[in-house]
């Protein structure tokens, strides 16, 4: 743990409030400042077992996170579009974080959200072509007289 909670808050909130009055470039940046300041808070509060609640799933943790939002002067509306938007990038940090057993134990999929979109574009790309190459296929079979 490299920052004090206090500090690792008082980052979240000012990060929040910069979210709010930015463009939507900008807001991207402030929102990956946002997730990995998430991340490092969840080392603040612990499982049960008394491991980090690097899910974000203790009610504690939650709490905080609820109250810091509101601090922010973020509605509940506002806090769930922003946690939606900032759970891409807390997954993946979690994932680089976290070592592989831990992973595993805590019943994370091996594929970051980054690497499953990846995978999904390159689907999507394959699917295309064979389409394109369908469709290419049935033009020319028309044009035969």
């Known amino acids: 743990m490299a920052a004090s909670k206090q500090h690792i808050e008082r980052e979240i909130v000012?990060?929040?409030?910069?979210?709010?009055?930015?463009?939507?470039?900008?807001?991207?940046i402030h929102?990956?400042?946002?997730?990995?300041?998430?991340?490092?808070?969840?080392?603040?509060?612990?499982?049960?077992?008394?491991?980090?609640?690097?899910?974000?799933?203790?009610?504690?943790?939650?709490?905080a996170v609820?109250?810091?939002?509101?601090?922010?002067?973020?509605?509940?509306?506002?806090r769930k579009v922003t946690q939606t938007s900032t759970r891409y990038h807390v997954g993946n940090l979690v994932r680089a974080r976290v070592p592989q057993e831990t992973a595993d134990a805590l019943g994370l999929v091996r594929t970051s959200p980054q690497d499953r979109s990846r995978m999904r574009a390159r689907r999507d790309?394959?699917?295309?072509?064979?389409?394109?190459?369908e469709a290419r296929e049935l033009l020319a079979a028309q044009r035969k007289p």
């Open 14 to 28: 000012r990060i929040l409030r910069a979210a709010q009055q930015t463009t939507a470039e900008r807001r991207t």
């Open 31 to 63: 929102l990956r400042d946002l997730a990995e300041q998430m991340v490092e808070l969840r080392e603040h509060y612990l499982t049960p077992s008394g491991d980090p609640d690097w899910t974000g799933r203790t009610g504690m943790y939650r709490y």
């Open 66 to 78: 609820r109250e810091l939002y509101a601090q922010a002067g973020y509605s509940p509306e506002e």
């Open 125 to 133: 790309r394959d699917e295309l072509r064979e389409l394109l190459a």
